[in-house]
């Protein structure tokens, strides 16, 4: 089993920043790729920004550019650092933590509120 704990969510002006983090703890000596998800109300989750172990990245098109995800692998922790948000930025933010042999374990989310 692995546990999935997200922090760093809040209000932000937009144009400003937030760090996120998420650490998982349990059964982690095969985890792959770390992830963030989003989902904003009346839409479908979205991938936002993965990481495998070696540090190869993948993002969306609408946080190319803004977004940087990051991992300490020492300490099992995937981070999002988000730059010059933006209203639409606004939504739930999920971690997924994708054990190799288990399957996905997931954060419970943390909000991330963007003010125009």
């Known amino acids: 089993q692995v546990q999935v704990v997200e922090s760093g969510g809040g209000l932000v002006q937009a144009g400003g920043s937030l760090r996120l983090s998420c650490a998982a703890s349990g059964s982690i000596t095969s985890i792959g790729v770390m992830a963030w998800y989003r989902q904003a109300p009346g839409k479908q989750r979205e991938l936002v920004a993965d990481?495998?172990?070696?540090?190869?990245?993948n993002y969306a098109d609408a946080v190319k550019g803004r977004f940087t995800i990051s991992r300490d692998n020492a300490k099992n922790t995937v981070y999002l650092q988000m730059n010059s948000l933006k209203p639409e930025d606004t939504a739930v933010y999920y971690c997924d933590v994708r054990h190799l042999f288990k399957g996905d374990y997931w954060g419970q989310g943390t909000q991330v509120t963007v003010s125009s």
């Open positions: 990481i495998t172990r070696i540090g190869t990245t």
